[in-house]
């Protein structure tokens, strides 16, 4: 029974549909399945191509890679949609609005309402 689990480890990785797994085998760059643990993204074959947000080496190009965003009108969110990753999000807005990010994968920072509740 040890060999058949040889090589997986129990970290979560995530495929191009979003389906979440608990044991994959290791992540391997270009495979198609991003290992949280060693990879920002990994869209297999498309990895480099023009119109891909992951470069070669399983890392997203600059241009998705967001600081701290401040969510305080309709407009920052919808600007926002092309984070992938950010180092912060404020959210300020003065209507109530359902919020969408579904592209923003990793924040290394707080996520934080404009009445100052902070949430990791």
Known sequence: ???AFEGLKPDLSVDKGGKVSKFQKKGICG????DLSTEECDEGAENGQPGSFCLA???Y???VKCSALLI???AALEEAQICRTATKVEFALQ???DVELPN???VTGDFETQNGETTQ
């Open 72 to 74: 305080n009108t309709t």
């Open 95 to 97: 209507e109530t609005v």
């Open 57 to 59: 080496n399983c890392t």
């Open 31 to 34: 495979d198609g399945m991003t």
């Open 1 to 3: 029974l040890t060999k």
């Open 61 to 63: 190009v600059s241009e």
């Open 104 to 106: 923003l994968t990793i």
